[in-house]
């Protein structure tokens, strides 16, 4: 059985969700896939730090961060695990230096991310609300085109607040692997590190070198020493650390959950420090992209 919001997992998809106790204080609707969170791990352990806790705790990875099951539909989550199996099969090829990945490869990886940005904390809402956020449940691929701005209209903004959250997550389960399409279309994996894991994984970047024209990438962990960036070009290299730095705050800002390895040196410093001074995470509608200017001379008025 679960413990504070921490919810054994089925070892298979296919098995019936195990539901976490219900508690006094809001529900704790994280979602991280114990597959990606292995990557991370020593001996199976993690450490995690969640918003509302003073210092981090080692987990077992035999837990995994789950949302609460609530209204969760069984088959939908049963479809998600099938995108996870894919992904930790191609994972191991990713992650080989010596291996060159296959198209069927990149796609698995490329459906999986499209899962992640779909379980966005802000899209996903809550596991025990029948609808989402304002800016949650709308029909959203991800690409960073899509990420806030004008494309998210106050119309669009509602859906999430009329509609069922099961109904559109089935739809959107639907056009999963048109949408893992629409990622940008070049994909390379940067060995970077160390590397933060959150329930709010995947982030658009746009850079604006030197008041240049804007290079936008969706960047995304794949293990503690490594992340995958997909762009309508590959980023330069003095752009990787960048990238890097941007998506580790990125998932710091957003997430309600963060996993590291057992050192924790991620957690011990930037995070912890962070989360004192804010103690609720950033945003509450559809994610936005980031934009990054190398002068303040450069940003629009």
Known sequence: MGVDGWCDIPDSAQQKPVPCPTTARAPADHYIARTHMRRWATN????????????????????????????????????????ENRFSKTLERLLDRSSSPTDRDWNAVREYATLVHDRYPA??????????????????????????????????????????????????LQMLGIAAQLLPRFQQVFYVGPMLLGDAGIHAITLHPEGTLARTYVAMPLAS?????????????????????????????????????????????????????????????????????????DIPH
């Open 44 to 83: 199976n352990r993690v450490s995690v730090l969640q918003r509302g806790k003073n210092e981090p705790q080692l987990l077992d990875v035999g837990r995994a961060v789950a949302a609460e099951r609530g209204l969760n539909d069984p088959s939908i989550e049963a479809a998600y695990g099938r995108i």
């Open 123 to 172: 899209l996903r809402g809550s596991a025990v609300e029948q609808n989402a956020l304002p800016g949650g449940n709308i029909m959203m691929v991800p690409d960073p085109a899509n990420w806030g701005g004008s494309a998210a209209s106050d119309s669009l903004d509602q859906l999430a607040t009329s509609m069922d959250r099961e109904s559109l997550k089935a739809l959107r």
């Open 225 to 297: 020493d490594a992340m995958i960036v997909f762009g309508h070009q590959l980023p330069e290299d003095s752009e990787v650390s960048q990238i890097a730095q941007t998506l580790i705050m990125k998932t710091a800002l957003h997430s309600t959950v963060v996993i590291d390895t057992i050192e924790a040196p991620l957690l011990n410093t930037l995070v912890t420090d962070m989360w004192k001074h804010q103690p609720e995470p950033v945003g509450t509608g559809a994610p936005k992209a980031i934009h990054l200017y190398d002068s303040l001379t």
